[in-house]
């Protein structure tokens, strides 16, 4: 079974700051994996993925995430916070190895971005 | 820009009491997935839909939910009798393909039982 590990439920960072969200994965394989930004009162939206060849993916608003497997870690980084980036960001994995390929995102319980002015 | 939608955006209920979630996925998409969010809780996966029948499904969909795409643009979640502990915003996904396809998630439908 896999699992999503988001370490910090809050993270605190000033305009202009770097942020960094921390993701880790447990799972038998190397997962999909993805970010998603859930912005208050609407739905998800991806942000980036993983899946195969570079490790180092770029995403929307400038975002990035690098899969590192001797890790089992993706975290999610951004040079310089800026105010619309406060939210809620999730990360999920899904596992590239069930069959039919219609698999349901395993998710990790989220972390609240709160930018200080 | 294609998106999913749902309705409604908030459903009060009584508890015992059946509902009916409504999604439109984006229409060249072929997989179709509901999730829940009890509050303060992570993104959980109740079950995904192709080919016109449950792919997959997690315990949490229990014999009280079901689903069905009744024409070529609704994807429905039916819960026969809710409990208190149904209330939460429950998501509807769709997708062009699975596996390392994104899935576009819906506003969602925020549950309440009374």
């Known amino acids: 079974a896999q699992s999503v590990t988001q370490l910090g439920s809050h993270v605190s960072v000033s305009e202009g700051a770097l942020v960094l969200l921390r993701c880790n994965y447990s799972?038998?394989?190397?997962?999909?994996l993805f970010w998603y930004v859930q912005y208050p009162n609407q739905g998800l939206q991806l942000l980036l993925k993983?899946?195969?060849?570079?490790?180092l993916v770029k995403g929307i608003n400038g975002f990035e995430a690098e899969f590192k497997k001797s890790e089992t870690s993706f975290h999610l980084t951004k040079p310089s916070a800026h105010m619309s980036d406060a939210a809620e960001y999730f990360c999920?994995?899904?596992?590239?190895?069930?069959?039919?390929?219609?698999?349901?995102?395993?998710f990790g319980k989220g972390t609240h971005l709160i930018i200080q002015p | 820009e294609p998106e999913v939608t749902q309705t409604p955006s908030h459903q009060v209920t009584q508890m015992g009491q059946e509902v009916i979630l409504r999604c439109v996925p984006i229409?060249?998409?072929?997989?179709f997935y509901w999730y829940r969010q009890i509050l303060g809780q992570k993104v959980e996966f109740l079950v995904s839909?192709?080919?016109?029948?449950?792919?997959?499904k997690s315990e949490i969909f229990d014999d009280q939910f079901s689903v069905e795409r009744p024409d070529g643009s609704n994807f429905t979640l039916k819960i026969r009798s809710t409990k208190l502990e149904d209330s939460a915003m429950y998501f509807c996904?769709?997708?062009?393909?699975?596996?390392?396809?994104?899935?576009?998630f819906g506003p969602g439908t925020r549950l309440t039982v009374t």
């Open positions: 999920a994995v899904s596992d590239p190895d069930s069959g039919g390929g219609a698999d349901g995102l395993t």
């Open positions: 993983y899946t195969t060849g570079a490790t």
């Open positions: 996904a769709s997708s062009p393909a699975g596996g390392s396809y994104e899935q576009y």
């Open positions: 799972s038998s394989v190397p997962p999909y």
């Open positions: 229409s060249n998409h072929l997989y």
């Open positions: 839909f192709y080919n016109n029948e449950i792919s997959e």
